[in-house]
């Protein structure tokens, strides 16, 4: 077996050198009734070439579709060269920083997607990552909890993405913590049923999302006073790429930022690996889990970085713990901070600008079809909601003959269509031009 | 290599360059962003570096000289099974066939993809003896987390809400006790022995109506094989309690022993540490987890199923425990470990435990005149010493560590488990040759006489690193973690 180097003679030697006669002689204090005796039912080895036909053919069971669905994971330009340095082995191959002064690679690019993250987000300091979007935002739910002490309370908007409600949802019923939904109204969150839900003076955070599940950017104004007024923080998620042009959560006011940062040019590979980011004031810091790198210097005054606050994390705080992350998705911001680095504020900027027109463009010709209209009235970035005449099954079906992946459906007569930069008009006419002859 | 690089990102930046191609925007002028209300824009934009392509690749090649991996070197990391990342892995997880895959892509559009959901959930069913997996937990906490929230549903659809205690060990990660915290359990901690197994006397007095379950990992954080398992599972039974199974110790086992068969209803598994995909530098990795037969439904939403005809479809279930993750886990991650799988084949799986704990043995009783060993005997895929022999040098395992990284060694774990106050936690895993070995007991031995003869030589180590010691004291007071705060 190519992965194990052991010869014969190898074996006999270490065998002998730990005092041994057999390999059995290595298990020998366990229970006879709990040893393993049969094969495993598992296929037998493969080389090679048949791992790769094998694969090549179970990847033809998947369908190559156009991709215009959206719902938090979005089909975005990757420049070529993130992926053969992300794969060097001296990234890859490594863990967890422990030993700095072999890990600068690590801790640095954490230190440049620390300082990214920050300045997309606005806010003061930033994880090393998490695992997703969807835990980030139940992590921002603990954190909320965690600062207000005795209130068990959050209040989650109901346009924040169905996905990430129901993990908020999950931690917190484990948590014995209340989720109480602030209605939907044409789109947005409703601002007079959150006052109302604040009222109580017993809500630790409320969670809202930017732009929103149906691809709507929110005018939170006064949103955040609104919340400190009744002492509950402020949480925001929000999607990274866009916020290249969208007001930051700093901007609206908001104490913590989270979201998933897949728009950052990831592969959407059937749901991952991405990365979640979480992001605060310096005000609550302490309360922040993960792993966050600091900068410092060497006993020679050489600059380094460092895995620092560690008195937050589970491995100190065991029971006490807020959090227990631990293995985080480290390569994948690796992945962001490359993209955001070849990309630039323009760069980000531009895809931002190509979106938004792909997105204004194809609702417009959709809605001159007839087969289907804008559901709200909303200003919109790159992702829109249509009320579809016939069934929106038979929407994504008839795209889906013609090789389109048409949006996600969330409704019977409703479809999220998502637009980006790998969009092109020639797509997006093909596109309305399906659904006019539905 | 240059490993005196020393530039961040941001510090290449100069005003006008730019790194990316993007088409033309040839929409009209009404489809133009201007046309986002200015008050839902934002005042300034991110100050990002402005740097070419060429600059990115050729300062992130740099960064990487000063990283470690397993592909630079020995890395027998405690409890984190660093073994070899083989790059075929990697290739299929990179396959555009599912790399392109939107995670809302219809069933019948993602066949290929759930196939191997499947079938990756029904091999690790069958490795590890239990009925079956869910592959959508993160990572190995992830997977704790969503074990114990298992077990929580398991005894409140039962009717059972008193059962609020779970039983942890104190020799136990630290995730543990943190899972068992964010899933809103009471931490009940039971004490080893001398040889560091769980104390059958010690947990009977703890198993009661308000014990939920027992979180263990067999062999232990120690290395030790627990033999009272099969007891310890029928008292915790008795009581009504359920067995959980931390699995970042299962590449110990592999072949040998199930932990299925051991009595345990519920386990994660670390596909970044049995199932060899790579640690990433932290991440990613994927925490499957398994439950017995009739535990099935309790898995996390969504569940991937198979039906008579074949076709695989995603579903849900009211008795699921709940939602822990977007979508179906780390996909790529989950390629990566199923091809390891198909490699080794029927015929090799069973021998990864053997040789991991061949490996152990030999590095262990190799080095046990120098290091102290705290528990003698036979261990598992790895072992601890506290620290030195010979206890008067004044070196500390820190230093040690350290030492070993001028020799071209990533260190072992050190400081856990907490049980003694040097731990030093050494895991080869079956990847590494006897000469690799041989060469690292040399200098194993080589710093110990060090620290006897020129003691402030190690005390100071190391000296060929990219940097040396850092101030983790300025670093932790005076906290700087974005480039905006390095500046003023
Ligand atoms: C014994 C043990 N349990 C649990 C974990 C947590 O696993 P992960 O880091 O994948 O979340 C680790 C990992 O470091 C471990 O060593």
């Given at each position: ?9 190898d ?11 057999s ?7 366990i ?25 090549d ?21 990757a ?34 997607y620390?300082s ?7 806010m ?37 993405n ?31 049923d ?10 630790a ?36 790429s866009?916020?290249a ?20 040019g ?9 990365v979640?980011?979480?992001?605060c ?10 792993r ?5 210097t060497d ?42 680095s ?40 790159n ?26 459906r ?5 479809l999220?269509v ?16 399906i659904?006019?002859?539905? | ?8 990102i ?16 040839e ?8 046309g ?11 100050e990002?570096?402005?740097?070419t ?14 990283n ?21 892995n ?11 895959l939107?995670?809302?892509?219809p ?10 959901y ?21 990572a190995?906490?992830h997977?704790e987390l ?8 398991y005894?409140?659809q039962?009717?059972?809400a ?7 060990s104190?020799s136990?990660?630290?995730?543990n006790?943190?899972s ?26 703890l198993?009661?109506d ?32 359920l ?12 072949g ?14 670390n596909?970044h ?5 790579p ?15 009739g535990?099935?439904a309790l ?10 005809r ?9 008795k ?23 490699t080794l ?18 590095v ?12 003698d005997?036979?261990?598992?895929h ?12 004044g ?6 560590a ?11 774990t ?17 990847t590494?040759?006897k ?16 620290a006897?003869?020129?003691?402030d ?25 974005t ?6």
């Open positions: 077996m190519k992965y194990f180097p052991h010869t014969q003679q074996i006999e030697q270490m065998l002998s050198v730990a005092g041994l006669r390999m059995d002689d290595l298990f020998a204090e229970p006879q009734q709990l040893l393993f005796n049969r094969e495993f039912d598992l296929p037998e080895a493969m080389s090679e070439v048949e791992i790769r036909k094998f694969f053919t179970l990847g033809k069971k998947n369908s190559q579709l156009v991709c215009f669905a959206g719902a938090g994971v979005e089909d975005h330009y420049p070529s060269v993130i992926a053969p340095v992300i794969s060097r082995g001296e990234f890859l191959t490594a863990y967890t920083p422990y030993q700095p002064e072999i890990s600068q690679g690590t801790l640095q690019y954490i230190f440049e620390q990214m993250i920050c300045e997309l987000t606005g003061d300091v930033t994880n090393a990552s998490m695992y997703d979007g969807t835990t980030a935002t139940a992590e921002a739910m603990m954190m909320c909890v965690s600062i207000a002490k005795k209130r068990r309370k959050v209040l989650l908007s109901e346009t924040v169905p996905k990430v409600r129901r993990v908020v949802e999950t931690y917190a019923r484990y948590q014995g913590v209340t989720v109480e939904r602030i209605a939907e109204k044409e789109g947005v969150t409703d601002i007079a959150l006052e109302a839900k604040l009222a109580g003076d017993d809500v955070g409320v969670i809202l999302a930017q732009p929103n599940f149906y691809g709507i950017v929110e005018d939170y104004s006064g949103v955040a006073d609104m919340c400190h007024a009744r002492k509950a923080l402020m949480v925001m998620n929000a999607k990274p866009a916020l042009v969208l007001k930051s959560p700093a901007e609206w006011g908001a104490d913590i930022a989270c979201g998933d940062a897949q728009s950052l990831i592969p959407m590979c059937y749901g991952g690996p991405y979640g980011y979480l992001a004031t310096n005000a609550n810091v302490r309360k922040l889990p993960g966050i790198v600091g900068a410092t006993v020679d005054g050489k600059r380094a970085f460092v895995l620092t606050l560690q008195a937050r994390e589970q491995h100190i705080r065991r029971e006490k713990a807020n959090s227990n992350i631990c293995s985080n998705q480290s390569l994948m911001a690796l992945f962001v901070t490359m993209y955001m070849v990309m630039g504020k323009k760069g980000l900027e531009e895809a931002c600008s190509l979106s938004y027109s792909g997105a204004h463009y194809l609702a417009e010709q959709l809605a001159a079809t007839g087969k289907c209209s804008l559901a709200f009235d909303k200003p919109f970035f992702e829109f909601v249509v009320r579809t005449a016939v069934p929106a099954e038979k929407v994504l079906e008839a795209l889906r003959a013609d090789g389109i992946l048409g949006g996600v969330i409704a019977d007569d409703m999220l998502c637009v980006t930069e790998q969009r092109t008009k020639a797509e997006i006419d093909r596109f309305v031009e659904v006019r002859n539905i | 290599m240059i490993r005196n690089y020393d530039k961040l941001f510090e290449l930046s100069k005003e006008g360059r730019s790194g990316y191609s993007l088409p033309k925007n929409y009209a002028a009404e489809h133009c962003i201007c986002l209300p200015a008050a839902l824009k934002r005042e300034t934009g991110p990002l570096p402005e740097v392509e060429f600059d990115v690749v050729r300062h992130y090649t740099n960064l990487s000289n000063k470690f991996g397993v592909d630079t070197g020995f890395y027998p990391l405690g409890s984190c099974t660093m073994k070899y990342n083989p790059r075929i990697e290739e299929i997880a990179a396959m555009p066939a599912f790399a392109a939107h995670p809302d892509a069933a019948e559009a993602a066949q290929g993809a759930l196939e191997v499947y079938n990756l959930a029904a091999s690790l069913a069958e490795i590890s003896g239990l009925a079956a997996f869910t592959l959508n937990p993160y190995g906490a997977g969503t074990g114990l929230m298992i077990m929580r549903s005894h409140l039962r009717g059972d008193k059962r609020t205690k779970v039983i942890v104190d136990a990660h630290g995730t006790p943190a068992a915290a964010v899933c809103g359990l009471e931490i009940v901690e039971v004490k080893s022995k001398a040889d560091g197994t769980v104390d059958v006397e010690d947990l009977k007095p198993l009661d308000t014990v939920a379950g027992i979180m263990m990992t067999n062999p232990n954080t120690l290395g030790i094989f627990e033999t009272d398992i099969p007891e310890i599972a029928r008292l915790v039974h008795e009581c009504g309690g067995l959980y199974y931390d699995g970042a110790n299962l590449n110990a086992v592999l040998k022993c199930r932990p299925g068969d051991m009595g345990f209803d519920i386990m994660h598994i596909l540490k049995t199932f060899s995909t640690h990433g530098g932290g991440g990613p990795g994927d925490g499957p987890v398994g439950v017995r037969a535990l099935e898995l996390p939403n969504p569940q991937v199923k198979r039906d008579e074949g076709m695989f479809y995603i579903d849900t279930d009211d699921s425990a709940g939602y822990v993750s977007g979508f179906l886990g780390n996909f790529a991650v989950l390629l990566s470990a199923y091809t390891y799988i198909l084949g029927r015929e090799n799986v069973k021998l990864v435990g053997p040789l991991a704990v061949l490996n152990a043995n030999y262990k009783e190799s080095l046990k005149d120098e290091y102290y060993l705290p528990i005997g036979v261990c598992k790895e072992f601890v010493f506290d620290g030195l022999a010979d206890k008067s040098t070196v500390t395992t820190l230093d040690i350290k030492r070993l990284l001028d020799y071209g060694y990533h260190a072992p050190i400081y856990f488990p907490q049980l003694f106050h040097q731990s030093i936690m050494i895991e080869p895993t079956e590494e040759s000469e690799t070995l041989d060469e690292f007991i040399k200098v194993m031995k080589l710093v110990a006489k060090e006897v003869e020129t003691p030589v190690v005390k100071n180590a190391p000296y060929n690193t990219p940097v040396r010691r850092l101030d983790e004291t300025t670093a932790a007071r005076f906290p700087k973690t480039y905006r705060q390095l500046r003023v």
